[in-house]
């Protein structure tokens, strides 16, 4: 019987200090035709790397923090591309298992003219055999931030118990949760996944919900109401697109920030980049108000780019907008984000 292995990571040398951020999840090879070619006529296709939680390590790895991404693929050439994609923005993989058994999930582009499709041929994946046992490892132990979505409760009943005992038992003790809701319409339905999200993500420390999907599963838009139905976590944060996010933090005022003013090149990781920019503000102990700004500016690069997982300007580039005077930020102008980059 073949047995799980780890991959060598020789960029992480052993005795390193433990990681500050552990992410959780699956992260599939994607195939995209051209833009506007269905995929029914599709002689070509690019092979990319795509998956929400290991989008937000390798945010958080590019803005500076040890980040680790715990998953599993198969023994195949997609996972190989996973592990060295991932690797390559500076996440730790000696988290991800390779389990010769099950393959790496897959997930497929179909533009069309009404916006483009997705396909998963993910059903069965190494990653849907993740388990309890996927938080065991002692190398997790001491991570301050443990980040999950609601995609991976979708994926597989023993994914479902790994989320649940990642906010029920909290294994890596000391941990903030940190859970983003992200429904996904084509793993389960709305009506399914409602009470189990708002279940799941009531238990957790910090929560991010689009006000788009608040209104898919729960009905309702309205940031108060959002955090009525979820009055648990220290912070709800709600994003409303091009519009801005508020922050709902236990004891507090909430507190909105516009989002900033860019030219859309390609939407996709925008909520993954938006995650890794509040919970790296958390890290740095900003105030609600800057954290929510990093959230802004790593969105930003993410829509200002094609693919998920896009480079990020260094850190002064961040900490100069996030500090700026309240005026600056109604809205701040990004429109010509490459020039100023
Ligand atoms: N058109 C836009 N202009 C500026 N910022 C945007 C725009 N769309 C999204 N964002 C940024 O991306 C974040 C995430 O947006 P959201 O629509 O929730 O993404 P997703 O659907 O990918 O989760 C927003 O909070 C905002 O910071
Ligand atoms: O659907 C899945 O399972 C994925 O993981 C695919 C995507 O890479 C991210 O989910 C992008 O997510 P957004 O930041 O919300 O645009």
Request: hydrophobic content about 45%.
């Amino acid at each position: 019987m073949p047995t799980d292995s780890r991959p060598d990571q020789a960029s992480v040398p052993a005795g390193l200090p433990s990681v500050e951020v552990a992410t959780v999840g699956e992260t599939m090879v994607v195939l995209c035709p051209a833009p506007g070619e269905p995929l029914e006529h599709a002689e070509r296709v690019a092979v990319s790397v795509g998956g929400a939680e290991s989008n937000v390590a390798g945010y958080l790895a590019r803005l500076g923090h040890r980040t680790s991404w715990v998953s599993r693929v198969g023994d195949d050439p997609f996972g190989r591309a996973v592990i060295r994609h991932v690797a390559a923005a500076g996440v730790r993989v000696d988290q991800v298992c390779v389990d010769p058994t099950a393959p790496t999930g897959l997930y497929v582009k179909d533009p069309g003219p009404e916006g483009t499709a997705v396909h998963y041929y993910r059903a069965g994946s190494a990653a849907a055999r993740m388990d309890p046992a996927t938080l065991a490892d002692p190398a997790l132990a001491g991570a301050r931030v443990l980040h999950l979505s609601g995609i991976t409760p979708a994926l597989s009943a023993s994914c479902r118990a790994l989320v649940e005992h990642a906010v029920t038992d909290r294994p890596l003790v000391g941990s903030l949760v940190s859970f983003d809701v992200n429904h996904r319409a084509r793993l389960w339905s709305a009506e399914q996944a409602a009470p189990v999200l708002r279940d799941l993500a009531n238990r957790c420390d910090l929560v991010f919900v689009g006000q788009d999907e608040a209104e898919t599963l729960w009905g309702t838009t309205d940031p108060t109401a959002v955090r009525e139905l979820l009055p648990d976590p220290e912070t709800v944060v709600v994003k409303d697109g091009a519009v801005g996010a508020t922050a709902l933090v236990r004891d507090a005022e909430p507190v909105f920030v516009p989002a900033p003013r860019v030219t859309v090149v390609e939407p996709v990781g925008a909520g993954d980049a938006f995650a890794a920019g509040y919970l790296a503000g958390l890290l740095r102990d900003l105030d609600p108000t800057r954290r929510l700004r990093l959230g802004h500016l790593v969105a930003a690069q993410a829509l200002t780019s094609s693919g998920d997982n896009a480079p990020v300007p260094p850190w002064a580039w961040f900490e100069k907008l996030v500090d700026a005077p309240a005026d600056a930020w109604s809205p701040l102008d990004l429109t010509d984000l490459a020039a100023t980059t």
